[in-house]
């Protein structure tokens, strides 16, 4: 969370819209897809201009193109509609 929260400074300012429990009975993302995703963060991925590709992503984890990019979207469509449920 603090490393989401130290990308997202990096963007500009963010507004908290939802502080409460959150169950992680159940993992919101597959190890995959939190493999992927954080990946991604840590790489730049999220900055603009972005500072990798998910070409780049792929290679770094040995996966096609194609698989990082359905992982990577599976995992912002999970993250984003989580949040846009609490709005």
Same mark, same amino acid.
């Given at each position: 969370?603090?490393?989401?929260?130290?990308?997202?400074k990096?963007?500009?300012s =963010?507004?908290?819209?939802?502080?409460?429990d959150v169950? =992680?009975?159940?993992?919101l993302?597959?190890?995959?897809?939190? *493999? %992927? =995703?954080s990946?991604?963060v840590q790489?730049?991925?999220?900055?603009l201009p972005?500072?990798t590709?998910i070409?780049? %992503?792929a290679?770094?984890?040995q996966?096609?193109?194609?698989?990082?990019?359905e992982h990577?979207? *599976?995992a912002e469509?999970k993250l984003l509609c989580? %949040?846009?449920?609490?709005i």
């Amino acid at each position: 969370m603090q490393l989401m929260i130290k990308e997202l400074k990096k963007i500009g300012s =963010f507004k908290t819209l939802f502080i409460g429990d959150v169950d =992680f009975s159940q993992p919101l993302l597959s190890k995959q897809q939190k *493999k %992927i =995703f954080s990946y991604a963060v840590q790489q730049g991925y999220y900055e603009l201009p972005r500072k990798t590709t998910i070409v780049e %992503i792929a290679k770094a984890l040995q996966l096609s193109s194609a698989t990082a990019g359905e992982h990577l979207l *599976k995992a912002e469509n999970k993250l984003l509609c989580g %949040i846009a449920a609490k709005i």
